[in-house]
Antibody, heavy 118, light 110 residues
Framework: EVQLLESGGGLVQPGGSLRLSCAAS????????MSWVRQAPGKGLEWVSV????????YYADSVKGRFTISRDNSKNTLYLQMNSLRAEDTAVYYC???????????WGQGTLVTVSS | QTVVTQEPSFSVSPGGTVTLTCGLS?????????PSWFQQTPGQAPRTLIY???TRSSGVPDRFSGSILGNKAALTITGAQADDESHYYC??????????FGGGTKLTVL
């Protein structure tokens, strides 16, 4: 069974930075694309970013491009999201996901809350 | 920029059948968009129901089915049950590595 455990959320001031982590188990981590998906309070799901299994390719939603960086350490089975220049509108629960919707489906973590506020 | 559209809300009677759709503000959805469907109840992580148009995720009952209907992706629930009352989201592949979620449908069973 795939298990994904996010950490690193918390309260940060506007303009600040935060790094989220996602520890994965129950899968061959390096063979799977991984994504971050977020959900602002009371709002719908928003796809944020995806990284290929090797880490060689990464893509971002326009809303975070240039501010967020997705990365992975396959030796540690861990996914990261470095978030810089944070804004109030980045406040959300951030979900880590094994992201293979074209072939194998999507497995979800439980999420970590990021609050951007002064 | 193309928007992924879903009905904001829908209602179904217990035991009834409902079809939720996922479309584009411009153009048609086909299997090449690999539409997937997710169910989410308040305070919980999403649950994957359907991926790649019509493949049920492990453990999902067969009363949930996915298809392409006309120019939209569709999620059909047959024999609706009280615990199907949830939010339902679709996501589609827009090319160049980019995925986009629809705004979600709040389904009421009454």
């Amino acid at each position: 069974e795939v298990q994904l455990l996010e950490s690193g959320g918390g309260l940060v001031q506007p303009g600040g930075s935060l790094r989220l982590s996602c520890a994965a188990s129950g899968l061959t981590f390096s063979r799977n694309d991984m994504s971050w998906v977020r959900q602002a309070p009371g709002k719908g799901l928003e796809w944020v970013s995806v990284i290929s299994g090797s880490g060689g390719s990464a893509y971002y939603a326009d809303s975070v491009k240039g501010r967020f960086t997705i990365s992975r350490d396959n030796s540690k089975n861990t996914l990261y999201l470095q978030m810089n220049s944070l804004r109030a509108e980045d406040t959300a629960v951030y979900y880590c996901a094994k992201w293979v919707p074209a072939v194998q489906g999507v497995s979800w973590g439980q999420g970590t809350l990021v609050t951007v506020s002064s | 920029q193309t928007v992924v559209t879903q009905e904001p809300s829908f209602s179904v009677s217990p035991g009834g059948t409902v079809t939720l759709t996922c479309g584009l503000s411009s153009g048609s959805i086909s299997t090449s968009y690999y539409p997937s469907w997710f169910q989410q109840t308040p305070g919980q992580a999403p649950r994957t129901l359907i991926y790649s148009t019509n493949t049920r995720s492990s453990g999902v009952p067969d009363r949930f089915s996915g298809s392409i209907l006309g120019n939209k992706a569709a999620l059909t629930i047959t024999g609706a049950q009280a615990d199907d009352e949830s939010h339902y989201y679709c996501v589609v592949y827009m090319g160049s590595g980019i995925w986009v979620f629809g705004g979600g449908t709040k389904l009421t069973v009454l």
